[in-house]
């Protein structure tokens, strides 16, 4: 039995204040729960305030972008030990925001995943199609590409500690979701690839769905039998919203 994993993921929204404010909110609204596990991703300069209210909590959090290396001469970038530092232990890998508007490469999502893990985060890789390969009928051509990209530099034992986020390109932040059958046919054929290529782990790896996510449509797709979770944005910043879904996968 896959443990349910819901994870906020709170983009370029909230600042410290803001941020620290609705983890203050989050972590008293699910005290005492232990449901789910449960993690949010503010944006790196949040880190620390959330990560501090979060301390002890059992709420996890982590960095949404990180640099596949450790340090260097690397203008704007954050890595994953420092993320570590600021208190991260999760991180996202290769969210279709990076792939679109910071040309992020399937390889390179596969070499911060490394990274990520070498320093003790576990990633989320994100993996999913446009609109446009959907209606061309690549999806499972896309999806295990991608998916295999990630997860070629890793050890069996790296393998065993990653989660895998399906979210449709065309289902997020949209307010279209895929059909819970949509998202199952789609989960059910990443569970077979890797039943195929990494059997050691296709049962116990976690497949999150993420787009569009909200608390009316959660428990449809949460009660899939390959869906091991969510990657919820907009309704994420939303403490009533998030609670919602993350009841929905009871
Ligand atoms: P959304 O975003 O829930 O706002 O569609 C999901 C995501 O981008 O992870």
Aim: charged letters at 15%; hydrophobic letters at 50%.
């Amino acid at each position: 039995m896959r443990r349910p994993l819901i994870a906020g993921n709170w983009k370029l929204n909230l600042g410290p204040g803001a941020a620290a404010a609705l983890a203050v909110f989050l972590r008293d609204a699910l005290a005492g729960r232990d449901d789910a596990d449960v993690v949010v991703f503010p944006t790196a300069l949040s880190i620390p305030a959330v990560a501090a209210v979060l301390d002890g909590s059992g709420l996890g959090v982590g960095v949404q972008e990180i640099a596949a290396v450790a340090s260097g001469a690397m203008t704007g970038a954050n890595s994953a030990v420092m993320a570590r530092e600021a208190g991260c232990t999760w991180m996202l890998a290769g969210h279709s925001e990076r792939r679109q508007y910071f040309a992020e490469t399937d390889a390179g999502v596969g070499a911060k995943a490394k990274a990520g893990l070498a320093a003790g985060l576990y990633p989320i890789v994100c993996i999913g199609e446009t609109l446009e390969e959907r209606r061309a009928g690549r999806v499972d051509e896309v999806t295990q590409r991608q998916l295999a990209a990630a997860l070629a530099p890793l050890s069996p034992a790296e393998l065993a500690l990653v989660t895998i986020a399906y979210e449709p390109v065309w289902a997020i932040g949209t307010g279209e979701t895929a059909t819970p059958e949509q998202a199952q046919e789609v989960h059910a054929a990443l569970r077979g690839w890797l039943h195929a290529h990494y059997p050691a782990i296709a049962d116990t790896v976690r497949v999150l769905y993420g787009g569009s996510v909200k608390p009316s449509n959660a428990a449809s797709l949460l009660g899939q039998p390959d869906i091991d979770g969510a990657l919820v944005g907009g309704a994420s910043l939303m403490v009533g919203d998030f609670v919602g879904i993350i009841d929905g996968a009871r």
